[in-house]
């Protein structure tokens, strides 16, 4: 089993930055894919960025290209996202998620991942 606590969230004003941070313990291994999902009331679950460290890639859905950053630290078994340039529109409750492959087809899809923490709060206004 795979257990994943996110931290970092908060409340910020738009164009400013957080650092979220999701503490990785369990049966993992450092190169399976991961990502960072978000929900906002009222709305599904969306991949916002994902990590296939083996292969040394990452994906973002388009609306946080150029502002997020994902990054993984295996020494640390540590999952990153660098939010910059924030606005009203990233407020939502932000996870951690791990798949069970280090590969996968669809990275940004919920379907991928086969763990998740419980959440940490982001409130841009």
């Known amino acids: 089993h795979v257990q994943l606590v996110e931290s970092g969230g908060g409340s910020v004003q738009a164009g400013e930055s957080l650092n979220l941070s999701c503490s990785i313990s369990?049966?993992?291994?450092?190169?399976?894919?991961m990502g960072w999902f978000r929900q906002r009331p009222g709305h599904e679950r969306e991949g916002v960025a994902a990590i296939r460290p083996r292969y040394g890639s990452t994906y973002y859905t388009d609306s946080v290209k150029g502002r997020f950053t994902i990054s993984r630290d295996a020494a640390k078994n540590t999952l990153y996202l660098q939010m910059d340039s924030l606005n009203p529109e990233d407020t939502a409750m932000y996870y951690c998620?791990?798949?069970?492959?280090?590969?996968?087809?669809?990275?940004?899809?919920?379907?991928?991942?086969?763990?998740w923490g419980q959440g940490t709060q982001v409130t841009v206004s």
């Open positions: 369990g049966h993992t291994r450092s190169n399976y894919c």
């Open positions: 998620a791990a798949a069970r492959v280090s590969w996968a087809p669809l990275p940004l899809s919920v379907q991928t991942y086969n763990y």
